[in-house]
């Protein structure tokens, strides 16, 4: 039943955005609008259970692809942090939804508007109950694209666009780090799922294998945690890597709510919390 935290938002997102022709526009946005609420409903519904007894719960659906050298699976990982951070997303989406319904009223493109909302909330849900570093990144990625496409969407004033196209270069140089991280984790774990990684992270650490650069030999776990902060560094607007933050204002104001209070920005840390087992050893 958790993973209806995910599919809520995602289907009442397209179902509102593609029947806005069909029916009422503020039926369509209070339909979008309820999605994130059901979602953390069922947060709520499930937190004694996962948060409070401490039953982390994870759930794999089946193959998503496969290669000669990898094999990444669809899978979720729900457990306290998740879980908290799941309904802490949900209830400030739901509560920026809410007040996007009154300050985009009169905007043709409304319900465009806040079904763009609910898919950057979804992705961040993604990225939130990913249980491998594979899917960890395709939540990573959606969050980043529909964080362009909010801040740029009053696409008829320049200094917007400008901002989203800051906003989504200086997070490749993160994406670059977290990418150059995953390779380096794949290599020496041979593997991009938590589960696998997490317990094999002393074994790596103590295994006698160094990384030479300019004379000079590193752990492959310190190489790793510094490219996980740099990538952790762009979505959570860290020093040299913050500039684009202040200029994510030129969008409506409902997007600077959603990135700045308890979904992009808060990426960083999250990611942080979830691989404490790197950080720990480094």
Request: aromatic share 20%.
């Amino acid at each position: 039943m958790l993973e209806y935290i995910l599919l809520i938002p995602l289907f009442s997102a397209l179902t509102g955005y593609f029947l806005k022709n069909y029916i009422e526009k503020n039926v369509a946005m209070f339909f979008i609008i309820l999605g994130p609420f059901f979602s953390f409903l069922i947060g709520l519904k499930n937190f004694y259970s996962v948060c409070i007894l401490n039953n982390t719960m994870w759930v794999e659906y089946g193959l998503w692809f496969k290669t000669s050298f990898l094999e990444v699976r669809w899978g979720l990982l729900f457990d306290s942090l998740s879980l908290t951070m799941c309904m802490t997303v949900c209830f400030i989406s739901f509560l920026v939804h809410l007040y996007s319904f009154t300050y985009m009223a009169l905007d043709p493109k409304n319900v465009k508007f806040i079904a763009y909302l609910s898919f950057f909330t979804f992705f961040m849900l993604v990225l939130i109950t990913a249980n491998n570093f594979i899917q960890l990144f395709l939540g990573w990625e959606g969050v980043g694209l529909f964080s362009y496409l909010l801040i740029s969407f009053w696409t008829t004033r320049l200094q917007a666009v400008k901002s989203a196209l800051k906003a989504i270069i200086i997070n490749r140089v993160g994406d670059l780090g977290l990418l150059v991280a995953i390779s380096l984790i794949y290599i020496y774990f041979k593997s991009v799922s938590f589960s696998v990684i997490f317990p094999l992270v002393p074994m790596v650490n103590n295994s006698g294998k160094f990384i030479k650069f300019l004379n000079y030999e590193f752990y492959p776990i310190s190489i790793i945690c510094f490219f996980l902060f740099v990538g952790a560094m762009a979505k959570s607007a860290q020093l040299l890597l913050h500039t684009w933050l202040p200029d994510a204002m030129e969008g409506p104001t409902p997007v600077s709510a959603l990135i700045h209070a308890a979904t992009m920005v808060t990426a960083g840390v999250f990611f942080n919390f979830t691989l404490f087992f790197f950080i720990w050893i480094f």
